[in-house]
């Protein structure tokens, strides 16, 4: 019986390359799939909505606008580093 690897006793042919080269395509096409979707929208430093500022944004606005000195600033800032932590993501 003749198998594929072995026309007419030759040895494998040059088609033997094709299956590495085939998974590597695979994988190169699942993880650049994934990098662009699923693990894209699992960053931390990514804010989930850009419709809601973070606390920590409208505090900083309200400062630079003159809405609020700088002693309201930096207390306000303390309560809500406490509340939020660092991130202001409160989540």
Not at 8 to 18: E, F, V, Y
Not at 40 to 61: K, Q
């Amino acid at each position: 019986m003749q198998t594929l690897a072995h026309l007419g006793d030759a040895g494998p042919g040059a088609w033997i390359l094709l299956t590495p080269l085939l998974w590597a395509a695979v994988m190169i096409a699942a993880i650049t799939l994934l990098r662009r979707t699923a693990w894209h929208r699992a960053t931390p430093w990514r804010p989930a909505s850009t419709d809601h500022p973070s606390p920590l944004t409208v505090l900083g606005r309200r400062f630079a606008s003159g809405e609020i000195d700088e002693e309201e600033y930096w207390r306000r800032l303390s309560v809500l580093e406490e509340q939020f932590g660092r991130g202001g993501g409160g989540k």
